[in-house]
């Protein structure tokens, strides 16, 4: 029988909450070099990045034989475009840690193969040997990457339709919702459920509900983020 260890950790505030959730990230690099890292993008580990990156500038890691795979990409944004999951890496992270370029892997989503860039990730991440640690948002819909209710819990990575609530959250950092990409690659529920370990942050007023749900509710394929009641090790880090 799998051991579960799923652990609730309420914080009083978001400072709080990207100190115990990169501290994680610290002791994983520090015990494992080498390692897999999952990260994720939004606002909600803004915060998070600040943290780790102050911590790797003091010395207390390396990344320089770690590998990255985000979660997802939007298809059709440039990478150099400043509202691509790129960009966000490159300003919240790459560019202040020595992980080489190769080693950081996101979806291209400007493919024009879709099919074939999702099986290209997939494969990637399994050469790796499988994310060590996980990195995730939660949507107020209850998805995780882009994985929108209704996802089948088998998915690999694939393409999706953002929903319209996905789109009208992610408004806030195009000119307005109908600059919001209509379609992202995202790595799927059972790529995410395939990390050794997982680490959710959900901070504020507005992620409540979604929480609320994840601890009531049962699992079902429309609640995504329910998946993760059958990993074996989630830290849940919540709070508003
Ligand atoms: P946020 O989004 O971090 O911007 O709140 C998380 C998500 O929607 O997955």
């Not at 990045?49 to 990409?73: C, H, I």
């Not at 494969?123 to 499988?130: D, K, N």
Request: charged share 20%; net charge negative.
């Amino acid at each position: 029988m799998t051991t579960r260890h799923f652990q609730w950790i309420e914080v009083d505030d978001y400072t709080e909450m990207s100190q115990l959730a990169s501290a994680i990230f610290e002791q994983q690099l520090i015990q494992k070099p080498t390692s897999v890292l999952g990260f994720a993008t939004g606002g909600s580990p803004v915060g998070f990045y600040k943290m780790l990156v102050e911590r790797y500038q003091q010395g207390f890691f390396s990344f320089a034989d770690a590998q990255t795979f985000n979660l997802d990409e939007y298809v059709g944004i440039d990478p150099l475009h400043p509202t691509s999951y790129h960009s966000y890496m490159n300003q919240h992270l790459f560019k202040h840690i020595d992980l080489p370029g190769s080693q950081r892997h996101l979806p291209n989503g400007l493919t024009q193969n879709i099919r074939a860039e999702c099986e290209r990730y997939e494969q990637e991440i399994l050469r790796s040997g499988g994310i060590d640690l996980q990195l995730l948002g939660i949507g107020v819909n209850g998805h995780i990457g882009f994985n929108e209710p209704g996802t089948s819990f088998h998915s690999k990575t694939h393409v999706v339709e953002l929903a319209d609530a996905t789109r009208k959250e992610n408004a806030k950092y195009f000119p307005s919702k109908v600059d919001v990409p209509t379609k992202a690659i995202t790595m799927g529920i059972d790529t995410i459920m395939n990390a050794k370990r997982i680490v959710l942050l959900a901070f504020g007023e507005h992620k409540t509900e979604a929480i609320e749900r994840l601890k009531r509710e049962g699992t079902s394929e429309e609640f995504p983020a329910s998946h993760l009641k059958e990993h074996p090790h989630v830290t849940v880090f919540y709070g508003k």
